[in-house]
């Protein structure tokens, strides 16, 4: 089975920063995207940014300028640099990864999800 392992969410005050982290793992044959969404609650899930094959991002109107998306592609790990933190980010982030995967000489195209890390921005 294809695992997405997340770390580093917690509590932080408004402007701070936090680093989230999302480490992708099994028979993982190429990974076309990775980002990450959030969800508060009573919200929508919403996308907040993603990264692609070729290196391109993508990031919610919302979160420019503050947040950064990167990958290291040998460690199928993707991270989420979270700056200027404010009370809306508080939300549980979901790490999402579009990949092919070899089981037994079938592979798949699949979405797979992260089980989510709260990070919630208070004083």
């Known amino acids: 089975q294809v695992q997405l392992v997340e770390s580093g969410g917690g509590l932080v005050q408004p402007g701070g920063s936090l680093r989230l982290s999302c480490a992708a793992y099994g028979s993982i044959v190429s990974i076309n995207a990775m980002g990450w969404y959030r969800q508060a609650p009573g919200k929508q899930r919403e996308l907040v940014a993603t990264t692609a094959r070729g290196g391109g991002t993508n990031y919610t109107d919302s979160v420019k300028g503050r947040f950064t998306i990167s990958r290291d592609n040998a460690k199928n ?7 200027s933190l404010k009370p809306e980010d508080t939300a549980v982030y979901y790490c999402w990864s579009r990949l092919l995967s070899n089981s037994g000489g079938v592979y798949r195209v ?9 990070v919630t921005v208070s004083s």
């Open 110 to 118: 699949t979405n797979y999800w992260g089980q989510g890390t709260q």
């Open 77 to 83: 790990t993707v991270y989420l640099e979270m700056d």
